[in-house]
């Protein structure tokens, strides 16, 4: 099965689909290096391999992306390929307040926001990521799924896996949780996610707002965990990610030239793009085009330790 989409002018493929993969070796999502993406998923209506390849139209007079599915969840996964190519996101709408804002949105103005809509399959993953290293978390999820995630449907390249279901998660022993360097808290929050996860699954179709409040619902994830998940799972440009310990500082050594900013200057910085809801991407753009603080004074390219 196959579904072709014409993106708008510009576009960054790898730019959009980046933010969902957890590291260069994350056996749900990889990058071929002639540019094709792969993707495997647990869809409502099963397991699905997703290939999504950018090339030129037959005519040599524009751009078309073409996505091809195998098993179950095909027929999911491409009927939502647009959403998760970020179709449903309109970039135009966003007014740069900011010199380095603006700036990083003329220079990556083909980013669109990804929406995956499959809120379990992002955040397992997240709540690994709590208070640890990018390292640790990207090798919990790594181990955990070359042991309990299943063979992908179709040609999907060698190693990925699809994330256990539900059930499977369920499943896994305290021992090997520990095996993974998963710590006891991290893993009794993704068991309690487990026993509601039809009422959070509910959250991608949700106003920000109230997709916040559902997942926070559950003892484990706060406005970190539930922020980070819903960027993904509902392309949400207002999710501005709160509790980490290194995003002020980059936020406001960017903007600013200061190290020592807190959430609450952050917030402060950021204040212009709330009325229109963007405070996630303009983060995001800072991120991609704003100075950074240097790494004797910063290590945040190496480490990811938030705040629940």
Do not use: K
Not at 1 to 13: A, E, G, Q, S
Not at 53 to 74: E, K, L, N, S
């Amino acid at each position: 099965m196959h579904r072709c989409w014409v993106p708008p002018t510009p576009y960054d493929l790898n730019r959009t689909l980046r933010v969902l993969r957890r590291g260069a070796g994350d056996p749900t999502c990889r990058l071929d290096d002639d540019g094709t993406w792969w993707r495997v998923s647990r869809t409502p209506l099963g397991p699905a391999t997703l290939r999504i390849t950018d090339h030129t139209t037959a005519a040599g007079d524009g751009r078309v992306i073409t996505g091809q599915a195998w098993g179950p969840g095909a027929q999911w996964a491409l009927a939502t390929l647009p959403a998760l190519l970020g179709a449903d996101d309109d970039p135009d709408v966003f007014v740069p307040h900011h010199r380095v804002v603006a700036a990083a949105h003329h220079r990556h103005a083909g980013l669109h926001l990804a929406r995956t809509g499959l809120v379990m399959e992002t955040l397992v993953p997240t709540i690994l990521e709590q208070r640890i290293t990018t390292g640790s978390a990207r090798y919990a999820w790594h181990h955990l799924l070359r042991r309990y995630g299943e063979q992908p449907p179709g040609p999907a390249p060698a190693g990925m896996r699809v994330p256990p279901p539900v059930r499977g998660w369920r499943m896994i022993p305290s021992w090997q949780w520990h095996r993974a360097g998963v710590d006891r808290a991290r893993a009794a929050t993704i068991l309690r996610a487990c026993l509601y996860a039809p009422r959070l699954e509910e959250a991608a179709a949700m106003p920000l707002p109230q997709a916040m409040a559902r997942l926070q619902h559950i003892p484990g994830i706060g406005p970190w965990t539930a922020a980070e998940t819903l960027q993904r799972t509902n392309g949400a440009a207002d999710a501005l990610t709160l509790g980490d310990l290194h995003l002020p500082a980059q936020i406001g050594y960017a903007l600013t030239g200061r190290r020592d900013t807190t959430d609450d200057d952050m917030l402060d910085l950021l204040a212009p793009y709330a009325d229109a809801e963007q405070r996630h991407r303009a983060a995001r753009l800072i991120l991609l085009g704003g100075r950074m603080p240097n790494r004797r004074t910063h290590r945040a390219p190496h480490s990811r330790i938030a705040h629940l």
